[in-house]
């Protein structure tokens, strides 16, 4: 059994037709860099930045738009995954690792602002993301932040 990647979409409008592939590629990439083994299951919806806004208000008390959030599932430490420590689907048997939200509108203004365009941006906010779902954070400019940029940086194959 496989990776699952379970995207839906917010908004019927938001394009982006090579969306869906680009995100279960950057899934596969960084379950992999991160040696996870173990079938998962990740949940991801594409939304613009009302509906991103509306979730950070809502579930994280921010009331501003974002390019991703991330929601673990489980309480795990970066580097050291340990899938006993996973909830897992009853029926599948597959590690839920958590859930996800893309800003796709915002994603498009940053890839162009930053010059690497829509395609890598997306990828590397999933990446990003996935990161976040395996433990990883940065709420500081510390270790854990450089920690988490290195690993960044070694799947997205950047110096």
Do not use: W
């Not at 997306?122 to 709420?139: F, I």
């Amino acid at each position: 059994m496989e990776h699952e990647v379970c995207i839906s979409r917010e908004v019927k409008n938001l394009g982006h037709p090579n969306a869906a592939r680009l995100i279960k590629k950057a899934v596969k990439m960084a379950l992999e860099a991160e040696e996870i083994g173990s079938p998962c299951l990740i949940s991801v919806l594409l939304t613009d930045g009302e509906g991103i806004r509306r979730v950070n208000r809502e579930f994280r008390g921010v009331d501003r738009e974002t390019d991703v959030l991330s929601f673990p599932l489980n309480e795990l430490e970066p580097g050291r995954f340990d899938p006993a420590l996973c909830e897992r689907d009853l029926d599948t048997g597959q590690l839920l690792l958590g859930d996800m939200l893309l800003n796709l509108p915002r994603c498009e203004s940053q890839g162009q602002e930053l010059g690497h365009g829509f395609e890598r941006e997306l990828m590397y906010l999933t990446v990003h993301s996935v990161l976040h779902l395996l433990g990883y954070d940065h709420v500081d400019e510390g270790p854990m932040k450089r920690q988490m940029r290195q690993r960044e940086k070694a799947i997205m194959k950047e110096d």
